[in-house]
């Protein structure tokens, strides 16, 4: 079965500041999708950012980038030029990538609130 | 983007009481999914939600507690039965269509008491 591990339970940047958040993950799958989520108070979870396995390029959304590095199983999400509506909690996740049953859910990480100093 | 309607947004009720929760996406979506988050954790997958047949579970939680319909491509119901305090959580719909992300419902806070 495949873990997501975010071992920081908490982060905060100044406005304007680049912050870094991590994440790991566990599996014996060789193709597969990683994404970032955010969870603001309002509780609506919004894709940020996804990542196929395949690619070796780093995905990349406006301030949102990842640092996605396959044999260390890491998957570290950067967010640049930090806003106050940044601030959430932040998921990230695992699919498979292989297809039937079981394959398409989402196991996630436990999370890791980012809080944005003005 | 699929849109997705998720109701009601929060509700209080009475433990041994039922609630029923709907999801009605904008368009016609492959899976649909309910997830559930517990107060601070992170979000665990309750089932997914098979249009015209019973719902595959996963660990942990069974028909009888959470029974779910999709009776279309575009709707799911999520019931919470005979709730206790410990089914105080939020609840989410999730959908997929053809593409690789999932998107999410606003979710429904449930508070038991």
Redesign the interface.
């Known amino acids: 079965a495949q873990t997501v591990t975010q071992s920081q339970p908490e982060m905060s940047v100044q406005e304007a500041e680049t912050v870094t958040l991590s994440c790991t993950y566990d599996t014996s799958e060789s193709d597969y ?1 990683l ?1 970032w ?1 955010k969870q603001p108070p ?6 940020v950012i ?1 990542q ?1 396995a395949y690619k070796q390029q780093n995905a990349t959304e406006n301030r949102f980038s990842v640092n996605f590095q396959k044999a260390a199983k890491s998957f570290s999400l950067k967010i640049s030029d930090s806003q106050l509506g940044d601030a959430a909690m932040y ?1 990230c996740a695992y ?1 498979s990538a292989r297809s039937g ?2 394959s ?3 196991t ?4 890791t609130k980012l809080s944005v100093i003005p | 983007s699929a849109v997705i309607s998720q109701k009601p947004s929060r509700d209080i009720c009475q433990r041994g009481t039922s609630l029923t929760i709907q999801c009605q996406v904008d368009s016609q979506v492959t ?1 649909m ?1 309910w997830y559930r988050q517990q107060p601070g ?5 309750i089932a ?1 939600a098979n249009q015209g047949s019973e719902a ?1 579970y ?1 660990s942990g939680f069974v028909i009888d507690k959470f029974p779910i319909s999709r009776p279309n491509l575009t709707f799911s119901t999520l019931t919470v039965s005979n709730m206790s305090p410990e089914d105080s959580s ?1 609840y ?1 719909c ?1 959908v ?1 269509q053809d593409g ?8 429904t ?1 449930l508070t038991v008491v």
């Open positions: 999708y994404f989520y309002s509780r609506q979870m919004i894709l996804r196929e998921f699919r049953a079981g398409y859910q989402l996630f990480g436990k999370g | 899976m999914f954790q992170s979000l665990t997958l997914t595959t996963e939020i989410l999730s997929r690789t992300e999932a998107f999410f419902g606003q979710g806070r």
